[in-house]
């Protein structure tokens, strides 16, 4: 994975949670300069924080078993047949 990746990763994160932020101001109704610099700057730094711990998992090569269970099929369930019950101990 590239730096185009990890760039855009940082940006799907910032620009949203500096929207969001910039609107919890707006709607409070204190909106000023202050508070749109205030907003992207806990956008970007969340943003940092975010894509770094994404690498350093990466780096790290970490098991995600939700990850890498998507796709594969998965193991037929046994039918419980309810006429034959095994009895406790019998094997």
Same mark, same amino acid.
């Given at each position: 994975?590239?730096?185009?990746? $990890?760039? @855009? /990763?940082?940006?799907? !994160? =910032?620009? %949203? &949670?500096?929207?969001?932020? =910039? !609107?919890?101001? $707006?709607?409070? /109704?204190?909106?000023?300069?202050?508070?749109? &610099?205030?907003? !992207?700057? $806990?956008?970007?730094?969340?943003?940092?924080?975010?894509?770094?711990?994404?690498?350093? +998992?990466?780096?790290?090569? @970490?098991?995600? /078993? +939700?990850?890498?269970?998507?796709? #594969? %099929? +998965?193991?037929? =369930? @046994?039918?419980?047949?309810?006429? #034959?019950?095994? @009895? %406790? /101990?019998?094997?």
């Amino acid at each position: 994975m590239g730096a185009a990746y $990890w760039i @855009k /990763g940082y940006l799907l !994160a =910032a620009l %949203p &949670l500096f929207a969001i932020l =910039a !609107a919890v101001e $707006w709607y409070q /109704g204190d909106f000023a300069a202050q508070d749109m &610099l205030s907003a !992207a700057a $806990w956008a970007l730094i969340a943003a940092a924080l975010f894509t770094a711990s994404r690498y350093r +998992r990466y780096r790290a090569s @970490k098991y995600c /078993g +939700r990850c890498e269970d998507i796709g #594969k %099929p +998965r193991a037929p =369930a @046994k039918a419980l047949n309810p006429g #034959k019950l095994e @009895k %406790p /101990g019998a094997n």
